[in-house]
């Protein structure tokens, strides 16, 4: 009886595959594949599309070994299955890749290069690497058709994408919602996580940190903190620029809170104030020095080298939310339900690693934000005014700037990168706020800190 499978004596996996493409090759196998199942049902496979504008990594050929599997699967089950193939040439990375070849920036455009020209580049570029994709698809058996690809730069692929919004807006299935994303103000564009993520977007900057004191509203203090004076909430932020669209304070519903007696280390008055058990010794070192009683505590004169700061209480998280506080910077109200904001609510993903374990919350920058605050019974507003044309806007506009509601800030640069060479104050906005805080007694700790930024 002949054998009806190919014996192998030892196992050379690289032999083993050269004779299965070999074979596949030679007999049309992944042809044959489609064309055998002519007039059967069939399962729409469209490749998520690699950009060919870089190199294949390992993870492309697990991703396409787990995708393949789904095809091969609907292939035996009956269907047909044509597989066909695509290439992702999305903008962002092609268009700095190219005008970093070309010494030129987005203003050159037009200008010094054509704008045909800058495209034909694009275009070059951005199909660079279809060869090595090409053979490493063959490689490592994957089965898709690479002769007739879609490919998103093309007419025909951006009309089809504009024909199904208009099919879904035509259902009313589309609505004008807000999200948090990445944003780019010298690209003028929102960016995706696979952008953020390219080498050199996060590196360590230093910057101007706040530990804000947001006032409670007396008559919404539950019982245990009523007839304790001004009672302030902490809040640490890296980002002080946010605060003028602080909206609510989050907490950690199991954390363990206190409430301090102490002073403002800025203004030496006397106040109260509530932050993470953990993060006590954090919050007060260098200056400040703990007493165990209040007659210690009112010992404290202007001058003294230490301030004494004294642990009043302890309650948990959930006892904090629903008591409402003062808006930090008024310089504008949210356009919708303002009376739901400056609240305290409840989120899980507070943490005591760092901070005060209360999060300056702004629904309006911040993803975790956003959806905390939505999350909130009732929902907290994002701060958002209405521009001249009426339409919804954050407090800073596309360039990076403050808009006009906010006063002397108004056409500032949240970020002094903003700026172009030379152009840049010697102050940063975040300095201007923390100042102004300081001031007005709403600053319990600024500092500059290093981070990993985008």
Partial sequence: MSAKFPEYKGLD?????????????????FEKSVSTREGKKSFVFFEGPPSANGLPGVHHVLARAIKDIFPRYKTMKGYQVKRK???DTHGLPIELGVEKELGITKEDIGKTISVEDYNAACRKAVMRYTD????????????????DPYITYEPKYMESVWWLLKEIYSKKLMYKGYTIQPYSPKAGTGLSSHEVNQPGAYQDVTDTTIVAQFKAIENSLPDFLQNEGDIYFLAWTTTPWTLPSNTALTVGPKIDYVLVETYNQYTFKPMNVILAKPLVNNQFDGKFKRVENKPALLEYKDGDKKIPYYVVKEFKGKDLVGIKYEQLLPYALPNDHPENAFRVISGDFVTTEDGTGIVHTAPTFGADDALVAKQAIPEVPPLLVKDESDNLVPLVDLQGRFRPEMAEFGGKYVKNEYYNDGEAPERSVDVEIAIKLKEENKAFKVEKYKHNYP
Avoid: H, R, S
Avoid at 13 to 29: D, F, H, R, S
């Fill in 13 to 29: 996996l690289p032999v083993i595959a050269n004779n299965i493409l070999q074979y596949w090759q030679e007999n049309n196998i």
């Fill in 85 to 87: 193939a695509g290439w």
């Fill in 132 to 147: 090595v994709w090409n053979d490493l698809t063959q490689k490592m058996g994957y089965w898709v058709d690479m002769e």
